[in-house]
């Protein structure tokens, strides 16, 4: 049973910055991918960014130009550049994994994903 635990959320402006992480308590297998995904109250949980099982990161389009998605294989850390936050990145801030990514997409649906962390809450104020 892998666990993942996020940190680095806050409460920040719009326009700041903040940089979550996610740390595995294994490592991974090289077949894996990892990704972000948020809920906001009321709404469901959506994928953010993700990296497949050969490194490529996705993007939302709401986020694209904003955020950064990157990973260190060697300590098993997923992390998450957020750069010029507006409102409406205000959510809970999860992070997932597939142990085997077969289509090298099921990271970026919340319904083939095999792990979840107990999520970061990130407030951005206008």
């Known amino acids: 049973q892998v666990q993942l635990v996020e940190s680095g959320g806050g409460s920040v402006q719009a326009g700041g910055s903040l940089r979550l992480s996610c740390a595995a308590s294994e490592y991974t297998g090289s077949g894996s991918c990892m990704g972000w995904f948020r809920q906001a109250p009321g709404k469901e949980r959506e994928g953010v960014a993700s990296i497949d099982r050969d490194g490529r990161p996705t993007y939302a389009d709401s986020v694209k130009g904003r955020f950064t998605i990157s990973k260190d294989n060697a300590e098993n850390i997923l992390y998450l550049q957020m750069n010029s936050l507006l409102s409406e990145d205000t959510a809970m801030y999860y992070c997932?994994?597939?142990?085997?990514?077969?289509?090298?997409?099921?990271?970026?649906?919340?319904?083939?994903?095999?792990?979840w962390g107990q999520g970061t809450q990130v407030t951005v104020s206008s």
């Open positions: 997932a994994l597939v142990q085997t990514d077969y289509s090298r997409t099921d990271c970026q649906s919340r319904t083939t994903i095999d792990y």
